[in-house]
């Protein structure tokens, strides 16, 4: 089980934009679709959370990500992912990252959303989400284009650690 190391906060990778995948089939994409899952089930064995992950958080500049999203049960890796349309409604909600685990967000983000992509046998596909899996989109689409969630802060005030969101829950 290839298992990446997941890049933290800054690395200069995470803030660059990454090429689209030409060869969708290709040894090299098949090994980075693996990985990518590999990767995301072991975070989410060791925390207890995570639904999907983007090629740049594991160092690899390509445009590829992997959902494992429960309940809606969509799994599996988007290729060359892009948002055709947005909704104009937004949603405010706090937003945490593999890539600075013990830092949430708050971000605001479209409603719903269609994304245009490729699946690992190179269809094209296209998905409509909305709630948790259009956010849940937008964010790992944003890391494809070089952008963290610390960039959609909605303002100065809207950054908490984990421990003290957590704490916030309980009030």
């Known amino acids: 089980m ?3 190391q997941i890049l933290q906060l800054g690395n200069p990778v995470l803030w660059q934009k990454c090429a689209a995948v030409t060869v969708v089939q290709s040894p090299e994409i098949r090994d980075v ?3 990518l899952n590999d990767t995301l089930a072991a975070f989410r064995a060791s925390t207890g959370y995570g639904r999907g992950i983007a090629a740049p958080q594991i160092g690899v500049l390509k445009r590829v990500i992997f959902i494992r999203m429960q309940p809606t049960g969509f799994c599996g890796p988007l290729i060359n992912p892009e948002i055709a349309w ?3 409604s937004r949603m405010e909600l706090w937003d945490d990252c593999f890539s600075f685990p013990d ?3 708050r971000v605001s983000r479209a409603t719903r ?3 245009d992509y490729k699946d690992d046998l190179g269809f094209e596909r296209t998905i409509e989400a909305e709630g948790d899996l259009a956010e ?3 964010h790992e689409i944003d890391h494809l284009e070089g952008i963290l969630a610390v960039q959609r802060a909605v303002s100065p005030q809207a950054f908490a ?3 003290e969101w957590e704490r916030s829950l309980r009030r």
Do not use: F, Y
Request: charged content about 25%; glycine content about 4%; hydrophobic content about 50%.
């Open 136 to 138: 849940l989109l937008q």
């Open 2 to 4: 290839p298992v990446g």
């Open 161 to 163: 650690t984990r421990a």
């Open 103 to 105: 830092l949430m967000v």
């Open 113 to 115: 959303i269609r994304v």
């Open 86 to 88: 947005s909704s104009e």
């Open 33 to 35: 679709v693996r990985d």
